[in-house]
């Protein structure tokens, strides 16, 4: 049954992350369900009127009458809210709700098309701020930071490269870390693999955050804080640079797979968790499957990337042939038109030269592993 917030009441709202997404047009709902799909750790909220049918799945929840009433539990729940609603409503609204600049959560207003992300409150403590600019940046959005100065001149830790997709392991540390970050001590940053471009400023690098090639020349150096992104798990000795550090998943994996026609999903994420730990890689880096389109309606496929929001790309036998790989199978190509289905795939849909993993075969699976090269 969906959880639909009542009219007429203040309602006590189910929390699960950070931030909360809230929409009250058809537009803005599109926007806001866009959003939470590229945004990590956000809830999103809207009118019951504009329910879709997944809400439940998708954890969303729903609310009849005005959002004012949805509005005290936010504040009281959330460190950010991001609204698409009218400033001059979300000014009305939360006029009364106001406390304390070093308690009110941050509160970004976006419009109906996206076009602006707005920092309408606790800029700099709250994090509006950055958390505007890293909206904007998900969505194409024009940020709009009105404050004199923004003090914010660093990473934003719970933050740090979400826009790409990057996810956390733990949030043990963000705090402590952020703490680091702001108060201009000596944070490393690792960078194994991912997006480059994760410093969007046209400033140079705070002096405190520096670079380094790898962990071990890090924890040389003995900082006070890390960040860690990497799409492997640490070995033994690497892991101390995690006593206060954070280590981000950036999605850079790509399964390449073939499977029996009618293998269950179950199998199918069992062979995917086996592999990846056999390899010391972290599940949370998977990007997608890529497989031949002989097997784009193969259920079991399909429910383990709509399970894990992972992409999911097919190519024609064509395609696939046209890539050189270790062991061309006759048998293969019999049945399908291709020499071979999991290697090439993620060959292609990774742009590695070399993989992780060329091919196993396990049950009714055959799967292969790539990274996609960071340059």
């Known amino acids: 049954m969906n959880h639909v917030l009542q009219e007429g009441i203040q309602p006590e709202v189910r929390t699960a992350n950070d931030y909360a997404l809230v929409a009250i047009t058809k537009h803005g709902v599109a926007l806001a369900r866009r959003l939470q799909g590229l945004f990590q750790s956000s809830d999103l909220y809207y009118m019951k009127k504009f329910e879709k049918g997944d809400e439940q799945e998708k954890n969303i929840q729903m609310f009849e009458g005005s959002v004012r009433l949805l509005l005290p539990s936010?504040?009281?729940?959330y460190k950010g809210i991001v609204l698409v609603i009218s400033l001059g409503a979300v000014v009305r609204m939360i006029a009364p709700l106001l406390k304390d600049k070093k308690t009110d959560p941050g509160i970004v207003v976006l419009d109906d098309k996206g076009q602006f992300a707005i920092s309408v409150l606790s800029g700099h403590l709250g994090g509006a701020n950055e958390l505007t600019k890293e909206i904007a940046a998900s969505i194409g959005a024009e940020p709009v930071i009105t404050t004199a100065s923004d003090v914010q001149k660093t990473i934003p830790v719970d933050l740090f490269g979400k826009r790409f997709g990057w996810v956390w392991d733990s949030a043990e540390k963000l705090t402590p870390v952020s703490?680091?970050?702001?108060?201009?001590?000596?944070?490393?940053?690792?960078?194994?693999?991912?997006?480059?471009?994760?410093?969007?400023?046209?400033?140079?690098?705070?002096?405190?955050?520096?670079?380094?090639?790898?962990?071990?020349?890090?924890?040389?150096?003995?900082?006070?804080?890390?960040?860690?992104?990497?799409?492997?798990?640490?070995?033994?000795?690497?892991?101390?640079?995690?006593?206060?550090?954070?280590?981000?998943?950036?999605?850079?994996?790509?399964?390449?797979?073939?499977?029996?026609?009618?293998?269950?999903?179950?199998?199918?994420?069992?062979?995917?968790?086996?592999?990846?730990?056999?390899?010391?890689?972290s599940v949370k880096s998977v990007k997608g499957i890529a497989t031949i389109d002989l097997k784009k309606d193969e259920e079991g496929l399909l429910e383990t990337v709509e399970k894990n929001n992972w992409s999911f790309v097919c190519y024609t036998p064509d395609e696939l042939n046209a890539v050189e790989i270790s062991d061309p199978s006759e048998t293969v190509h019999k049945y399908t038109g291709a020499y071979g289905v999991s290697e090439p795939a993620a060959r292609l849909a990774s742009g590695a030269s070399s993989l992780e993993l060329v091919k196993k075969k396990s049950g009714n699976v055959t799967i292969s592993v790539a990274v996609i090269p960071y340059q």
């Not at 936010?74 to 729940?77: A, P, R, S, T, Y």
Request: proline share 6%; glycine share 6%; aromatic share 4%.
């Open 179 to 281: 703490a680091s970050v702001v108060n201009e001590e000596h944070v490393a940053v690792i960078q194994e693999s991912g997006e480059k471009g994760w410093w969007e400023h046209d400033r140079p690098l705070p002096a405190n955050i520096r670079p380094y090639p790898s962990i071990a020349e890090a924890l040389q150096h003995q900082p006070d804080a890390a960040l860690v992104i990497t799409h492997r798990h640490l070995k033994e000795e690497e892991k101390r640079i995690l006593d206060n550090g954070v280590l981000y998943r950036p999605k850079v994996i790509i399964l390449g797979m073939g499977c029996n026609r009618g293998t269950a999903a179950e199998e199918i994420q069992s062979v995917i968790q086996e592999t990846l730990d056999e390899l010391n890689l």
């Open 74 to 77: 936010l504040f009281k729940n």
